[in-house]
């Protein structure tokens, strides 16, 4: 099988910092194996913001994203700072198309306090932000959350939670990920086929 064209492409919305977006794109690269394009950054997601909550709605971000996605893009990846949420929960660290193109994963929640400042011996921002994007793009590529605590795919209930496991999948989310990796490659090559007729 050929390797797909394309890339996973991450998109920073508003302030991230590009020391930031080189290392979570070598983290993503590493754990699945893809090219990751880096694009310059677009605006703060304004066109999200719900006026009385004071919150962005995570599934509108998907929607522009999708809807402003490059076509060589195997998966888009937002990265913002602002509060999150959708209808059903309060307040998301991410949010993902299952088996779709887009996910989105913000640090505001993840900062762990509203002045943004870590606490001493807190793991840092950015390791929490590698994991969070690593379990987002793998709803993506079809992995649901995994029972193992230190696996990437654990459900995050909390900082905690997110603090506690690795920012790599266990052997069954991995075995996972690259047979539905396999499985989207061939449905790519198949739908790239020359038309007999």
Known sequence: MNPPQGSIYLIPLGEVHDDSLRILAESIEEQFGLPVTITPNLAPPLYALDPVRQQYNSNMILKRLLDESSPDAIKILGITDVDLFNPIFSFVFGEAQFKGKCAVVSSYRLRGNPEHVLPPGCPPLLNRLEKEAIHELGHTFGLRHCSDPDC????????ACADRKFSFFCP????LVLWHFQADLAVQVEGNAPQRG
Not at 172 to 175: I, K, L, M, N, V
């Open 152 to 159: 990437v795919m654990k459900y995050s209930v909390g900082l």
């Open 172 to 175: 069954a989310c991995r075995e």
